[in-house]
């Protein structure tokens, strides 16, 4: 039950786009699409904004969008926006029927 | 409007046990998996334990397991997380959500602090 991995930090100026790698292994992302995303901000509750890899849930901005190719997920956010700076947490399921996380990404809007 | 409340963190001492409750409403609660998520402070998420619909399946990650059990009562509304051999680093911020492969909603989370 590894960690997946995500880059400490990222960064990006408003208006810009910015990529957040996910990678995991066959046993995860590579094998199922039950890959999601969510949106931390300080000292609040985790917010869903991706789900089944690419699915944005209801009110959630068409900004943030998601890929998968082999082991690896990606999330997107174009239009970078002062509200975005957050902490971000990809998650997949696993063949143990268990969930793992990915270890977290600041994102900071310079 | 879907609400989940979780209660019951506290500060314990290591070797100790507490039962952490999260009360639901707004969903109909026995249509949907349970899940618990916990955040060390200044640390990432964690998934810890999630359960089926009807309690039947239940899966934890290896830190926890045989030490903490989930549970639900699908006439109360409520899940649970018996929490017991408590250590320094299940010291977190836990929260429950409901889901199995996402989860849309959560609590506001509980804290439970492990410390003699």
């Known amino acids: 039950q590894s960690a997946l991995t995500q880059p400490a930090s990222v960064s990006g100026s408003p208006g810009q786009s910015i990529t957040i790698s996910c990678t995991g292994t066959?046993?995860?992302?590579?094998?199922?699409?039950?890959v999601s995303w969510y949106q931390q901000h300080p000292d609040k509750a985790p917010k869903l904004i991706l789900y089944d890899v690419s699915t944005r849930p209801s009110g959630v901005s068409s900004r943030f969008s998601g890929s998968k190719s082999g082991n690896a997920a990606s999330l997107t956010i174009s239009g970078l926006q002062a509200e975005d700076e957050a902490d971000y947490y990809c998650r997949s399921f696993t063949s143990s029927n268990t969930l793992v996380f990915g270890g977290g990404t600041k994102l900071t809007v310079l | 409007e879907v609400q989940l409340v979780e209660s019951g963190g506290g500060l314990v001492q290591p070797g100790g046990s507490l039962r952490l409750s999260c009360a639901a409403s707004g969903f109909t609660f026995s249509s949907y998996w349970m899940t618990w998520v916990r955040q060390a402070p200044g640390k990432g998420l964690e998934w810890v334990a999630n359960?089926?619909?009807?309690?039947?399946?239940?899966y934890y990650v290896d830190s926890v397991k045989g030490r903490f059990t989930v549970s639900r009562d699908n006439a109360k509304n409520s899940l649970y997380l018996q929490m017991n051999s408590l250590r320094a680093e299940d010291t977190a911020v836990y929260y429950c959500?409901?889901?199995?492969?996402?989860?849309?909603?959560w609590g506001q989370g509980t804290l439970v602090t492990v410390s003699s």
């Open positions: 959500a409901r889901g199995r492969y996402s989860s849309t909603y």
């Open positions: 359960i089926k619909e009807d309690g039947s399946q239940k």
């Open positions: 066959s046993s995860d992302i590579g094998t199922f699409d039950y």
